[in-house]
């Protein structure tokens, strides 16, 4: 009986080992990325919290998820890591883009702004986990256009100012053709009395066109005067867009000139966001051996 049941222990033993093997592997993770956080190790609370991308960007090894076998135990910290990575990433990122400030909305969510200048955009988010900028399409595709624009003098809203401008232009028209439609007016109505005037059995159709026409004249020109009666507003509310494209355009210009001034070009300034990760990792692994030959 006792032989029988000897199998069955054997078992449960190894269970038990590899149960207790994995737990420890567990508590083993959690305790080096104590340690390392204590240490202000960043280097390595980055390889903890993904290895399976940092040996991919960093050591150009092949893609393996075991790597990340116990990552899932911190998610629920992630902000609070987040929050502790980001002192040495943004002062690192202070001297490299010296044009983006950065706002804590929340433990570890950072917002990011583009220049500290007035009514400067928020252009998108910092992932501190990653390392990597999390731009707002929309205003990354309006800076992009400025710089495929300046090489034809234009500027983002060029083309819809010139529109909004020539609207204007044509209500001043409207407004200084006012004589010039009153005169109109008046001998349209002299000749839609001469019309009725007018009576004729065999004429009475080419007089009933005539006095179509003649309403018909009279009323485009009403709509013109309804037009011209409205166009101080509608110009007043133009000239308002215009104001705000151009200070968008501005803005943009400010932009433009901060990145050629840190990048020298949008191409250098998009290949540096691509390569941010590897880029500051390799600063951080260079100060830990500047720090280990000094000790």
């Known amino acids: 009986m006792e032989k029988q049941n000897q199998p069955d222990l054997e078992k449960q033993d190894q269970s038990t080992r590899e149960l207790t093997n994995s737990l420890q592997q567990k508590l083993d993770y959690l305790s080096t990325l104590r340690q390392a956080i204590t240490a202000g190790d960043d280097r390595l609370v980055y390889e903890l919290i993904d290895g399976d991308h940092y040996h991919q960007a960093l050591l150009n090894e092949e893609s393996n998820p075991t790597r990340n076998a116990q990552v899932d135990l911190i998610t629920d910290v992630h902000p609070a890591i987040s929050h502790y990575l980001s002192t040495k990433l943004i002062d690192y990122l202070a001297h490299e883009y010296p044009f983006f400030y950065y706002e804590e909305t929340q433990t570890g969510e950072f917002q990011i702004y583009f220049g500290n200048w007035w009514d400067r955009r928020r252009f998108g988010k910092l992932n501190v986990l990653k390392v990597a900028f999390d731009f ?78 003649i309403i018909d004249e009279l009323t485009k020109l009403a709509d013109a005067d309804e037009q011209a009666n409205n166009a101080h507003a509608t110009m007043k509310d133009n000239e308002a867009k215009i104001l705000t494209l151009s200070k968008e355009d501005t803005i943009l210009a400010y932009e433009k000139q901060a990145i050629e001034s840190s990048f020298k070009s949008f191409e250098n300034f998009n290949e540096r966001n691509r390569s941010l990760y590897v880029d500051y990792l390799t600063t951080l692994i260079g100060k830990a051996q500047v720090a280990a030959d000094d000790e």
Do not use: P
Request: hydrophobic share 30%; charged share 40%; net charge neutral.
């Open 136 to 213: 707002s399409q929309e205003e990354f595709n309006k800076l992009q256009k400025t710089f495929e624009l300046a090489a034809a003098h234009k500027r983002f809203n060029t083309d819809q100012i010139q529109k909004v401008s020539a609207a204007n232009d044509e209500l001043q028209k409207l407004i200084d053709a006012q004589d010039d439609r009153d005169a109109q007016k008046e001998k349209l109505r002299q000749q839609l009395k001469d019309n009725g005037q007018r009576n004729s059995l065999f004429d009475s159709g080419r007089i009933k066109e005539e006095r179509q026409q």
